[in-house]
């Protein structure tokens, strides 16, 4: 007989479960514990550290167009790749090589140095939480790096030996520089540089105007993913303003493309050309060469990195003889037929002046003089602005001076030179003869072609501008302000130096024959003068030129040209520059539609029988 079953007694394992539970229970309350009260504080600062992020909201850079609304400089979208270091150390990654992982995978992205972006993402600074590994980036890049974050940390959900060495890399929308016209008018626009700022031309001159001011956003993320239901801070941008220059597109690529060819065949340092209109003083074009173009400033030349009209400063030679004659006839000193007898040779101080041709003695008119572009005459001129040299040299630099001679224009651009124009005391004895005729002191392009427009408009000088005004978010126009306007010469004067300068292109004699333009009266002068080079300081080469308006009896245009020390063909500014004035200057007629006038020219006389 089988003996009946019994069952055990279930209190002893109703006691090992309860103590299991009671040893689980009490291990998460001393977690909790631990947790909440002993590192309450700092598991609070990691979690913080981990979930808050702060970036930078880049305020769009304003764009620059020319007078017409056509883009010079743009702005397109672009982002910095930043990285939080406190985010790739052991007690965040559990590893300890995390910068050197990250680098590793950034480095071919970004086409930068893999040590490089070690350093920055294990700074010497522990507390460091933000460092820009790489500026303006284009969209694709970033979209690489963050393609490649997600892919990491997907993998991690499923893998845990996996880890998201990238969650601490981020990106601030930012914006990149673009030139859409390549190096046309470079020289005026500048470059931004890598923080964003402008670093030369109007880009630095108007910066506050077209950087705007940047904002920021807070918010939460984890494992570098954006937690959307964390909420979030933000102070919105403030974009920049939209700046129009006078500049035309089409005169000045004109000019641009002149002055580049002729500096080019001529072999020469550099040239320059600007187009002014006469009337309102605003620069119509200004064009350098050699230039660069600031898409791509790793392959420009820091020599040309600028803006050189405004930048160089030289003696003018020939061209300011226009100033001398302004003195002469406003001061009623003489008329445009009043006879000048020119020798040879001319003994004055201590030195022996001539022409730059052996001549029998000249029986000219003032106005032949001009023409003729005589030294001799100009000197012999300019002595009867006084009754003593001292006093005619007072009379010449006060005019000098209202012209604009030793001042800056009023441009505000950056690295602008004054020229140099020493006070009439402190003249040498040389310099008491040459400078009626352009040699002993210095200018730039665009105080050259200002002497120009004032004569263009009535004795007038009117203040250059480049800037016609800016244009806010709101989309309103905010005009600049209008330019200074001063009396130079009277209108008188301002008309009859008009004719003067038709002779030196019209007439047989004149030495601006090529500055011609059919169905047009034009007004211009020469100019030839020694080149002080800027490395030695000594006399080497020449500095070529050609100033003019036209059209000469209702002047609308100037077009001022130089060319530094051209080593192939001509030096002459008659042969080298004349032709770059009269190709831009025909093309800014037909651009601006300009019509000839039809007045017949004043055609003085420019010598005599004695």
Known sequence: MSRPLRLGSPRPRLRLVSLALTLVLLAFVVRLLQVQAVDASSYTARAEQNRYVVHTLAAERGEITDRNGVALAVSEDAYDITADPTMFGRAQLKISDGPEKAAALLAPILGQDQAALVRKLRPANKNSRYTRLAARQTPQVWKQIKDLKTALTNKSETDHTTVNVLAGVFADPSSQRVYPNGDLAAGI?????????????????????????????????????????????????????????????????????????????????????????????????????????????????????????????????????????????????????????????????????????????????????????????????????????????????????????????????????????????????????????????????????????????????????????????DGSFTPAPKPEQTRVVSEKTAKSLAQMLESVVDDGQGTGIKARIPGYRVAGKTGTA???????????????????????????????????????????????????????????????QVPPTGAKAANLPVDYKP
Not at 376 to 396: D, S
Not at 532 to 545: F, M
């Open 189 to 473: 626009l500048g470059w931004v540089n890598a923080d964003g700022q402008g670093g030369g031309g109007i880009e630095q001159e108007l910066d506050k105007q077209l950087s705007g001011k940047d904002g920021k956003v807070r918010y939460a993320q984890a494992g570098g993913r954006q937690v959307p239901t964390a909420g979030s801070t933000e102070t919105p941008a403030v974009p920049g303003s939209d700046v129009e220059l006078t500049i035309d597109r089409d005169i000045q690529w004109a000019a641009q493309d002149a002055i580049s060819e002729q500096v080019r065949k001529s072999k020469a340092d550099r040239g320059y050309v600007i187009v002014q209109d006469t009337r309102t003083g605003q620069i119509l074009a200004m064009a350098n060469s050699p230039g660069f173009d600031p898409n791509d400033l790793s392959k420009a030349d820091g020599d040309a990195m600028g803006n050189a009209a405004v930048q160089d400063a030289y003696e003018p030679g020939s061209t300011a003889k226009v100033m001398s004659m302004a003195a002469v006839l406003e001061r009623n000193v003489a008329t445009p037929l009043t006879h000048v007898v020119v020798p040879n040779r001319l003994h004055r101080g201590d030195r022996l002046f001539q022409d730059d041709i052996d001549h029998a003695t000249w029986h000219l008119t003032l106005n032949g003089v001009l023409a003729k572009s005589s030294n001799i005459g100009t000197i012999l001129a300019t002595g009867e602005l006084g009754k003593t040299q001292p006093e005619a040299n007072k009379v010449l630099y006060s005019y000098l001076r209202k012209f604009g001679i030793g001042s800056p224009t009023g441009l505000g651009f950056p690295g602008e030179t004054a020229g140099i124009l020493a006070p009439p005391q402190k003249w040498s004895t040389s310099q008491q003869y040459t400078i009626p005729f352009g040699q002993g002191f210095s200018i730039n392009a665009m105080q050259a072609a200002s002497v120009y427009s004032t004569i263009a408009n009535g004795g007038v000088r009117v203040q250059p501008t480049l800037v016609r005004g800016t244009k806010g978010a």
């Open 530 to 592: 020694n080149r002080v080079d800027p490395v030695t300081g000594r006399y080497r080469g020449y500095t070529s030129s050609f100033a003019g308006f036209a059209p000469a009896d209702n002047p609308r245009i100037t077009v001022y040209c130089a060319i530094q020390n051209a080593t192939s063909g001509s030096y002459f500014g008659g042969q080298i520059c004349a032709p770059i004035y009269k190709q831009v200057m025909e093309f800014a007629l037909k651009t601006l």
